[in-house]
């Protein structure tokens, strides 16, 4: 039998070649020698006279945007070549050319902040009026009101350099520790160390003893090293604490709520609403409970599989099948899918050397994106298509939108792939004909419900909470623990029989340093697409081109100014977010009518 669609990506329309390609290496050149013209156009800025003459201000905003194409589309095909074959040696070398050219381009976007923060504010205001840069008004003066907010340049300077071997260097001390790490565990009578990734893995089986043993285990081996990790979160968070201090911010939400383009009267009225909706979920794990055969649940039998039946699908169905519904809601969204399958932008092929995981990139100057995956017919398989095909059409709409225009930020990058997702995995749910088969596939929806809600609700908790403390001094790895268990209790409602007093330990986002506070985007965009979602289905007709016009204003507006927009909502009030949790909580009716008896 012949496939319908080839399963491996064509890189060679992009660069042909690989990582030997002639052209890739005479583009990079390009990139470089776009970095230097933006540079020499910063060197010639001069802060103009009354007439606010935006000329200079243009060129910067010109070459600015020549580098950011041509710089990450070199970065794109790099993270191309590195995870098709993980043994290529000549795409690391590329890896180390592809951070050369992001270093420069951060340093040069410095040199951006302290051109437009001399310029007098009158002056200003009158440059960004102009037609020439009415279009960048947005992303312009947003970075000119951070840039005024933060230190001076040098000092600015100063303090990121610093934070190589203080800030982020504690974020890579804690991959150290966890490498460290090694969870003997006796499976099947055979006792073996494994690393902490592995060990984690053995947590969904479906025997409960075997999880309660790994579970176990994993907070014998996190609470070994608790000291270190203490150590490490206390530095890093103080080393941001520090920073703020200096710069005179006195919310620690206020650097992660900017970096996303939304207010703390949002995030409030979105947790406000969670937790007014919670009792629904709270019916879910009771029933899980009572099929487990259990009074409680335990922290590691949420994700407990209830059942083993999943249906395969091979690849050629499983577009079929995403097109086919996406076309229920647009049909350019199902024809772009379409088109992504036929020319081969999706890397899918099931074999060794390749990286785990999923992800979607773009080319800003080719206008085309690229999915990577690995397909073995599973349902979660169906859906991460689906997903990355959301992210790719989400670019596609951004095809006509200026470069800086097409930068947004982390809550509102899920929408498009979880909207599409959630087309899939809801027609998936309608089609599936074994009662089995619908039970498993409504649960992995929940559970994606109960990640939002729940899980990643104690997670912003405790982050807030133990910043708080922190401004006092050291917290200790007991006060960390407890401060954990609180935040668990609840976010979960009080519900669960054992909660993870290690979490703060393992979970490496409390860590990362490219981004403060990430938890709270992930479920900000989780409800934001669903809220599209409702909406969707109130106006089928118009739900295209509304749609497309969203995505396209998503890298120059605040998301209140999105939302109120393109779909007249206020996000910073509670119905929005209400609408949407409804839609989350059929999945748990239904749930609980086909599981009842
Ligand atoms: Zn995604």
């Known amino acids: 039998?012949?496939?319908?669609?080839?399963?491996?990506?064509?890189?060679?329309?992009?660069?042909?070649?690989?990582s030997d390609s002639s052209e890739l290496s005479e583009y990079a050149q390009k990139a470089e020698q776009a970095l230097q013209e933006w540079k020499q156009a910063l060197e010639d800025f001069q802060v103009p006279d009354e007439s606010a003459n935006p000329a200079g201000l243009l060129s910067i905003v010109e070459k600015w945007e020549g580098s950011a194409k041509r710089v990450f589309e070199v970065v794109a095909f790099v993270e191309c070549l590195v995870a098709q074959d993980v043994t290529d040696k000549k795409a690391k070398q590329w890896s180390g050319k592809k951070d050369e050219l992001m270093a420069a381009y951060s340093g040069t976007l410095t040199g951006v902040d302290k051109v437009i923060t001399q310029v007098p504010q009158q002056t200003w205001e009158q440059m960004l009026e102009k037609d020439e840069l009415i279009n960048y008004a947005f992303v312009l003066e947003e970075r000119r009101k951070e840039a005024a907010e933060k230190l001076s340049p040098e000092q600015e300077v100063?303090?990121?350099?610093?934070?190589?071997?203080?800030?982020?260097?504690?974020?890579?001390?804690?991959?150290?520790?966890v490498s460290s790490i090694q969870v003997p565990l006796e499976i099947d009578?055979?006792?073996?160390?494994?690393?902490?990734?592995?060990?984690?893995?053995?947590?969904?089986?479906?025997?409960?003893?075997?999880?309660?043993?790994v579970f176990g285990r994993m907070q014998e081996a996190w609470t070994e090293k608790e000291d270190f990790f203490a150590e490490t979160l206390n530095h890093l968070a103080g080393f941001r604490l520090q920073t703020?201090?200096?710069?005179?911010?006195?919310?620690?939400?206020?650097?992660?709520?900017a970096y996303n383009r939304m207010s703390q009267q949002t995030l409030d009225a979105m947790w406000g609403a969670i937790s007014d909706e919670k009792d629904t979920f709270v019916k879910y794990l009771q029933r899980k409970a009572d099929l487990l055969g259990l009074e409680k649940l335990s922290w590691y039998d949420i994700d407990?599989?209830?059942?083993?039946?999943?249906?395969?699908?091979?690849?050629d169905e499983a577009a079929d099948f995403i097109v086919k519904h996406f076309r229920a809601?647009?049909?350019?969204?199902?024809?772009?899918?379409?088109?992504?399958?036929?020319?081969?932008?999706i890397e899918a092929e099931d074999r060794n050397s390749k990286r785990p995981g999923g992800f979607c990139t773009s080319f800003p100057d080719k206008k085309e994106s690229r999915i990577f995956m690995t397909f073995s017919g599973t349902a979660n398989n169906v859906s991460t298509l689906a997903h990355e095909l959301g992210h790719a059409y989400h670019s596609y709409a951004m095809n006509d939108v200026e470069q800086l225009n097409q930068e947004y930020a982390m809550n509102v990058a899920e929408t498009a792939s979880t909207l599409a997702e959630l087309i899939v995995s809801d027609a998936a749910v309608k089609e599936a004909a074994a009662k089995d088969e619908k039970v498993a596939l409504i649960e992995e929806k929940i559970q994606r419900s109960i990640a939002f809600f729940m899980n990643i609700h104690a997670r912003f908790l405790f982050e807030t909470r133990?910043?708080?403390?922190?401004?006092?001094?050291?917290?200790?790895?007991?006060?960390?623990?407890?401060?954990?268990?609180?935040?668990?209790?609840?976010?979960?409602?009080?519900?669960?029989?054992e909660y993870d007093p290690t979490f703060w330990a393992s979970k490496l986002h409390f860590y990362a340093t490219?981004?403060?506070?990430?938890?709270?985007?992930?479920?900000?965009?989780?409800?934001?697409?669903?809220?599209?979602?409702?909406?969707?289905?109130?106006?089928?007709?118009?739900?295209?081109?509304?749609?497309?016009?969203?995505?396209?204003?998503?890298?120059?507006?605040t998301v209140e100014d999105l939302a109120m927009k393109h779909l007249q909502e206020d996000l910073t009030q509670k119905d929005f977010w209400l609408k949407a949790i409804e839609v989350c909580k059929q999945d748990v009716e239904e749930f609980l009518r086909l599981t009842a008896e």
């Open 1 to 18: 039998m012949t496939n319908k669609y080839g399963q491996t990506w064509d890189l060679d329309v992009i660069f042909p070649g690989g």
């Open 158 to 177: 100063l303090l990121n350099d610093l934070a190589i071997d203080g800030y982020h260097g504690w974020g890579s001390m804690y991959d150290t520790i």
């Open 189 to 213: 009578g055979e006792e073996k160390t494994y690393s902490v990734g592995q060990a984690a893995n053995k947590l969904d089986a479906a025997d409960r003893k075997v999880r309660q043993h």
């Open 244 to 257: 703020y201090k200096h710069r005179k911010w006195e919310n620690v939400l206020k650097e992660p709520l």
């Open 304 to 315: 407990a599989p209830l059942s083993s039946t999943t249906k395969q699908v091979t690849y």
């Open 329 to 345: 809601y647009s049909t350019q969204m199902a024809d772009f899918s379409q088109q992504a399958f036929e020319k081969r932008w």
């Open 466 to 497: 133990f910043y708080e403390e922190r401004k006092n001094g050291l917290v200790s790895a007991a006060r960390l623990r407890e401060l954990m268990v609180e935040a668990q209790k609840e976010a979960y409602s009080d519900q669960l029989g």
């Open 514 to 557: 490219d981004v403060p506070f990430y938890n709270f985007p992930y479920t900000f965009g989780f409800l934001f697409s669903t809220g599209i979602y409702a909406k969707a289905a109130e106006n089928p007709e118009t739900f295209e081109s509304s749609y497309n016009a969203l995505l396209e204003d998503t890298g120059r507006m």
